[in-house]
């Protein structure tokens, strides 16, 4: 089936004109008919715009453009409800973006577009990506594939599962502080979070400023690779991107590893760390060292401050990100006597009850009085983490770890306690901390239910290529990304 194939194999057919980019769009579209009743990955998606720019592609192959020259031409890909697509709806699964829709694309989303990929869909996620489940979108939550009784994991649990579901080829995600790497997890796909800089943030919605990172969810580290070199680079819109050469990502694909370094952190194998899910992390790293990896034990003794400096720098961060959002400017307006009383009654109704914990906690975190005890100090842990890492990476060339301490768990079943939902993303955190880049990859399932395991792979700063490559070698090597849920 059409919708099924990777990024390179439906470029390779579309470039041999065994099928039409229409054919693939309308594969797409059909299984979302078929099957998003029940996983609800989509706010929203318009078939015919789709279908439209899958002509648009047919007929640039036809006038002889190549895929050498637009390496996405003719491949839908669909977008996490946070990036701006000129023309879409921008909701941020919020309901006071109300029927707010993008006057211009995120750069992002230029580049694929540059690059011929067919841009659809409104994939669904946590409200202004707070969440690690996808239960606190305004508009329903997502299923997971591989059980629908079960979280998709997030906050971009509706790109995960879209490409789990193989509903669209590829997709594009946030990660803040794990939103893409512990959803592809949770889903049984490739999701990467590239450094802080590697791709511009213009566009974006802001939630978390210096965490934040836009990334591909994908069917094979291949399709990471090529993602990655397609939206990477230097961009005057965003400050804080960085002018770092973009390789061609897929050179690095030679599944040679010999002699490469994988450091194995000892503070990772924490309690609460599910046994099935440590016994496939444990069976990985056997698999590396048969193909001549060499596995070194190394430290990150700060790791046990990640998820509270966390929720303090991520909160402070949103609460000033997300004062924008005052019934003036964009979106949903509930009328008030006066502009305070309009603030407040638009804000009120408009943000669901975690993102309003979160303004809170971030208002508070940055109050004079508690600014230097909570901010500060976080601050100060924050270089403190990241030393640990760079550290670490003069020792190894990436470190592996679980992307997350269990399987996806029930709809509900975390949803009441903020604190045990805020646990699951231990593992992926403290790589946004540190700005370095970090990739989860299938490594097995759980055996009753059947569900799938992430590895966690963590990379130098700008250091794609090597962790690409650790990842690549270890998929082609095992079975476990070719297997799809039970549909
Ligand atoms: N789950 C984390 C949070 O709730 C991370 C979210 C993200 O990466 N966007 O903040």
Known sequence: MLNQLTISELTAKLARRDISARQATQACLDQIARVDGSIHAFISYNAADAL??????????????????????????????????????????SKILGNFTSTYDATAIEKLKAAGAIVFGRCNMDEFAMGSSTENSAFGVTRNPWDVTRIPGGSSGGSAAAVAADECIASLGTDTGGSIRQPAALCGCVGMKPTYGRISRYGL?????????????????????ILLGAMSGVDPRDSTSVAQPVPDYTQALTGDIRGLKIGLPKEYMIGGLDAEVKAAVDAAVKKYQELGAEIVEISLPHTDYAVA????IATAEASANLARFDGIRYGARVEGADPIELYSKTRGAGFGDEVKRRIILGTYV???????????????????????????????????????????FKIGEKSGDPLQMYLSDIFTISCNIAGICGISI???????????????????????????????????????HREKPPL
């Open 442 to 480: 299938p490594c097995g399932f759980t055996k009753n239910p059947k569900l799938p395991i992430g590895l966690q792979l963590l990379g130098k700063p700008f250091g794609e290529e090597t962790m690409l490559k650790l990842a690549h070698a270890y998929e082609q090597a095992t079975p476990w």
């Open 205 to 225: 919605v802001a939630f978390a400023s210096s965490l934040d990172q836009i990334g591909p969810f994908t069917k094979d580290v291949r399709d990471a690779a």
């Open 52 to 93: 439209a720019q899958a002509d648009a592609a047919d007929k640039a192959i036809a006038a002889g453009t190549t895929h050498a020259q637009k390496p996405l031409l003719g491949v839908p890909i669909a977008i996490k409800d946070v990036l701006a697509v000129k023309g879409q709806p921008l909701n941020c699964a």
């Open 309 to 312: 400096v966390y929720y303090i």
């Open 366 to 408: 940055l109050s004079s009085g508690y600014h230097d005890a909570y901010y500060l100090q976080a601050q100060k842990v924050r270089t403190l983490i990241r030393n640990d890492f760079l550290k670490a990476f003069e020792k190894v060339d990436a470190i592996v770890t679980p992307t997350t301490p269990t399987a996806a």
